[in-house]
Each structure stands twice: as structure tokens, then as C-alpha cells.
């Protein structure tokens, strides 16, 4: 299986000024002691929002079916592909990353995160070989503009789907829509990179083989709350 991508430089022109420039701090090798302190917050109660997100929380509010915060990336797969390991695959991008699992809701007035401990979805397969090439390619432009219209619900969630089309005998084109609330154009790399990294574990029986995450992105919104009450608290003495 290999998988066409867009270049990297689209990505990261999505990125706000702060995450660019966090980016070339680590590909210089310069982490951010800043962010190398974020520790891991227990899960036993709702968990505040990043700015980013009650920001695009907010906004949502205003026209709750509006699809405007839909992000699709539509992945080419050529080659033989083993439909099980995909589906495999993607449920354990869902287990590896919380903010795939999270929906919100209203807790004494404010928003708040609630991470599910699991989730899995299906993976459905349409199947469009049998038509001519000009329909076809129609068809793909039908489902991707469908599936990027949809709404999602940010209190029951999931906030993603996903649908495979087959559209030879071995090529494919994978729809993955997420809400923004959930993921960026920095997040939508990675998620690429680790799917890729997943199905060739899977579809060749073996383990993962990716390293277990530090810390979530919960983690980061209690930390940036945290960091921005106490500069908030310094301002006022």
C-alpha cells in the first residue's frame, strides 16, 4: 500500500504563527522547555478546553449544523489492501489519541472535554469499480462533499468518520473527516504518518510499533490554563 500526500508545506501554512514556530524549534532540535514540563493530569473529572478550542467551541454555537469546522483529508491508497488491518488501524489511532475520543458538554456553565475510555467505529466500503470512469470520479466528488457536509455533534459525538471507496481493483481513496475542534493541520500530518506507520504493523501481524505518547492534548489545555491564570494572577499583584 502507499499513500500520496499533500506536501508538507500545505500543512504547515495552516498552522498558527505559535505551532510554526514551535515546529522549527524541534526540527532544529531545540525543544521548548516549556512544553518538555507539561505533566499528565488525572481523568477523573471534565477537563477544561484549550483557548483554540472554546474559541471554535464558541463559534459553533452560534450555527450549530454549519459545517464550516469540518477538516477532510482524502488519502490515495494503491496496491493491495487489506481492509481489516485498515479498520484495525484507524480504531487504534482512535485508542492511541484522547482528543479522537473527546465530545463536549456543559458543566455549570462553561464547556468542558469528556474523554470516552473507548471507541470504535466501523469502517464502510463502497464499492465503485463497476462504474464508467467518468461517473465514478462523480461519485467520489459526491461522497467526499456529502461526508465533509455532514454535521457532527460535539456533545455526543465521535467527532470523525471515515469512509473507504474503492475505485479500481487495487486503488482506493480514503475519506477521513474530523471536526476542528479535535485537530489541525499539524495533527492531520501526524495522524497520516502513524496510520501508515500502523498498517504495515497490522497488516503483516505484527504489534504496534509506535512509542507511547508523554501526554495528551487535555493534558496541554489544563497546563496553557494553568500557565495563563497564574500570569493573570502575577498582572493583578
Given at each position: 500500500m502507499s499513500i500520496d500526500r499533500e506536501k508538507a508545506s500545505a500543512r504547515i501554512s495552516k498552522l498558527s504563527p505559535e505551532k510554526r514556530a514551535i515546529l522549527a524549534k524541534r526540527l532544529q532540535g531545540k525543544?521548548?522547555?516549556?512544553f518538555k514540563t507539561i505533566p499528565q493530569r488525572h481523568r477523573t473529572a471534565p477537563l477544561p478546553l484549550s483557548f483554540a478550542q472554546q474559541?471554535?467551541?464558541?463559534?459553533?454555537?452560534?450555527?450549530?449544523?454549519?459545517?464550516?469546522?469540518?477538516?477532510?483529508?482524502?488519502?490515495?491508497?494503491?496496491?493491495?489492501?487489506?481492509?481489516?488491518s485498515l479498520?484495525?488501524?484507524?480504531?487504534?489511532?482512535?485508542?492511541?489519541h484522547e482528543a479522537l475520543r473527546t465530545t463536549f458538554k456543559m458543566v455549570e456553565g462553561?464547556?468542558?472535554?469528556?474523554?470516552?475510555?473507548?471507541l470504535t467505529l466501523?469502517?464502510?466500503?463502497v464499492n465503485l469499480c463497476q462504474l464508467p470512469e467518468a461517473q465514478r470520479q462523480l461519485e467520489i466528488?459526491?461522497?467526499?462533499?456529502?461526508?465533509?457536509?455532514?454535521?457532527?455533534?460535539?456533545?455526543?459525538?465521535?467527532?470523525?468518520?471515515?469512509?473507504?471507496?474503492?475505485?479500481?481493483?487495487?486503488?482506493?481513496?480514503l475519506l477521513f473527516d474530523m471536526h476542528h475542534i479535535i485537530t489541525d493541520g499539524w495533527s492531520l500530518g501526524i495522524i497520516i504518518r502513524e496510520l501508515s506507520a500502523l498498517y504495515q504493523a497490522f497488516s503483516k501481524r505484527k504489534p504496534a510499533v509506535l512509542s507511547e505518547l508523554p501526554i495528551q492534548y487535555a493534558d496541554f489545555a489544563v497546563w496553557q490554563r494553568e500557565i495563563f491564570a497564574g500570569r493573570e494572577a502575577r498582572v493583578s499583584i
Amino acid at each position: 500500500m502507499s499513500i500520496d500526500r499533500e506536501k508538507a508545506s500545505a500543512r504547515i501554512s495552516k498552522l498558527s504563527p505559535e505551532k510554526r514556530a514551535i515546529l522549527a524549534k524541534r526540527l532544529q532540535g531545540k525543544g521548548d522547555s516549556d512544553f518538555k514540563t507539561i505533566p499528565q493530569r488525572h481523568r477523573t473529572a471534565p477537563l477544561p478546553l484549550s483557548f483554540a478550542q472554546q474559541r471554535i467551541w464558541f463559534l459553533q454555537q452560534l450555527e450549530i449544523d454549519n459545517p464550516f469546522y469540518n477538516e477532510q483529508i482524502a488519502i490515495h491508497l494503491t496496491g493491495l489492501l487489506d481492509v481489516v488491518s485498515l479498520e484495525k488501524s484507524l480504531n487504534e489511532m482512535i485508542q492511541r489519541h484522547e482528543a479522537l475520543r473527546t465530545t463536549f458538554k456543559m458543566v455549570e456553565g462553561q464547556p468542558v472535554q469528556i474523554i470516552a475510555s473507548n471507541l470504535t467505529l466501523t469502517l464502510p466500503t463502497v464499492n465503485l469499480c463497476q462504474l464508467p470512469e467518468a461517473q465514478r470520479q462523480l461519485e467520489i466528488q459526491r461522497a467526499a462533499t456529502e461526508q465533509s457536509q455532514r454535521p457532527f455533534d460535539l456533545v455526543n459525538g465521535p467527532l470523525l468518520r471515515w469512509t473507504l471507496l474503492q475505485i479500481g481493483r487495487q486503488e482506493y481513496v480514503l475519506l477521513f473527516d474530523m471536526h476542528h475542534i479535535i485537530t489541525d493541520g499539524w495533527s492531520l500530518g501526524i495522524i497520516i504518518r502513524e496510520l501508515s506507520a500502523l498498517y504495515q504493523a497490522f497488516s503483516k501481524r505484527k504489534p504496534a510499533v509506535l512509542s507511547e505518547l508523554p501526554i495528551q492534548y487535555a493534558d496541554f489545555a489544563v497546563w496553557q490554563r494553568e500557565i495563563f491564570a497564574g500570569r493573570e494572577a502575577r498582572v493583578s499583584i
